[in-house]
């Protein structure tokens, strides 16, 4: 362990309540995005280079579990314990849709091809709403046996994916029958099921276990015990070599994908780790904890021969956003200018993002 670099992340504040879902927007012409679901109602759309903060969606009254951004990243969802979920605009933060639900929304997430969207949660109800006629009745597929935790599309939106709070195993429904096809049995409730880039594995975390599965044939390539109790968990999207996993001891690890050997452990949360993500194109991840902040971490080259350069490369970006980042991070802002928020909520963030990197 003594041989480990200690990691210097970006630390994302602006949350006031547990921070409990992160989503990155596949890479855009204008780069790519991160949006976090919060306790604290409001989630937070982020430049998910920098970190830097882009606006708040405003207009739930009530937790947020889950948010995503669609392929474009040019709409957000989020599914929210005020029984609905919502639909804005990510360039100007405007509500698009509001769908009203009997329960509990927990999950929400958009399709490959961004025209639906879908919904579940304490209701056992699996919704697609078709947003190009968003008036229209949702169309509903075969009940979950118990509420909804997360979900997921694969096999180009052929296939849904959903895990239970209440029970172990992950359920697969094909979208033309709407059937439950198969369940990927795991011994306790999934808290964490992520499909990867290349469409290849499905990541999940199940109590202190972090499995993989082959997306196509549904077997369990790999099974890895954890330390502690894992709630999250997720693959390394470029090489597949690594993944990472944070839950109840605080702390965010890294390991190697083949031999389930630690390669890193990054401290620095107050609180037990919600969720952890891989960025698009595997240079950092986020993760989201209890303590109400992200932090992204630079994945760097994980050797322990890792020169002292890197370290202090990282220790800057930390401390102050990188030059060529800024102007990245400013054009997006320009382009975002319309987003709606209070003034002084807006500059009392910017003081407290400002002391943060002093």
């Not at 969802?77 to 605009?89: E, H, I, L, Q, Y």
């Not at 049995?185 to 109590?207: F, H, L, N």
């Not at 030059?323 to 003081?351: C, L, W």
Request: charged share 25%; with cysteine.
């Amino acid at each position: 362990m003594d041989k480990k670099k200690v990691a210097v992340p970006l630390v994302c504040h602006g949350h006031s309540r547990p921070v409990v879902d992160l989503f990155y927007s596949p890479t855009t012409p204008d780069g790519f995005f991160l949006i976090s679901a919060s306790k604290d109602s409001s989630p937070m759309l982020r430049n998910g280079e920098t970190g830097d903060w882009i606006g708040t969606f405003e207009g739930h009254k009530g937790a947020v579990w889950s948010s995503c951004l669609d392929t474009n990243a040019l709409r957000a969802a989020s599914a929210s314990a005020d029984f609905t979920a919502k639909v804005w605009d990510a360039l100007s933060g405007d509500e698009l849709h509001s769908f009203e639900h009997k329960h509990i929304v927990r999950a929400c997430a958009f399709s490959e091809d961004t025209h639906l969207l879908l919904t579940g949660g304490l209701e056992k109800i699996l919704r697609i709403y078709d947003l190009n006629r968003p008036d229209a009745p949702p169309r509903e597929v075969d009940k979950s046996p118990g509420s909804v935790r997360t979900l997921a599309w694969l096999h180009s939106d052929q296939t849904i994916l959903g895990s239970c709070t209440d029970m172990g195993g992950v359920r697969l429904w094909d979208v033309r029958s709407g059937k439950i096809v198969q369940t990927l049995e795991t011994k306790s409730s999934v808290t964490s099921a992520e499909v990867s880039q290349d469409g290849r594995y499905i990541t999940t975390a199940d109590g202190s276990t972090v499995k993989f599965w082959d997306a196509n044939h549904f077997g369990l390539v790999k099974s890895y015990n954890m330390s502690c109790t894992v709630e999250s968990a997720s693959l390394e999207p470029k090489y597949g070599n690594k993944f990472i996993a944070g839950g109840e001891d605080m702390w965010v690890h890294v390991y190697d994908f083949h031999t389930g050997e630690e390669i890193a452990c990054n401290k620095g949360h107050h609180g037990p780790v919600h969720c952890v993500r891989f960025s698009p194109g595997g240079e950092s991840y986020a993760s989201g904890s209890e303590d109400g902040t992200i932090r992204i971490w630079q994945t760097g080259p994980l050797t322990n021969d890792e020169s002292d350069g890197g370290a202090t490369a990282a220790a800057t970006a930390a401390n102050g956003t990188v030059a060529g980042k800024v102007s990245a991070a400013e054009e997006v802002s320009k382009k975002i200018e319309g987003f709606h928020i209070s003034g002084d909520e807006g500059k009392a963030k910017e003081k407290d993002e400002a002391a943060g990197k002093e």
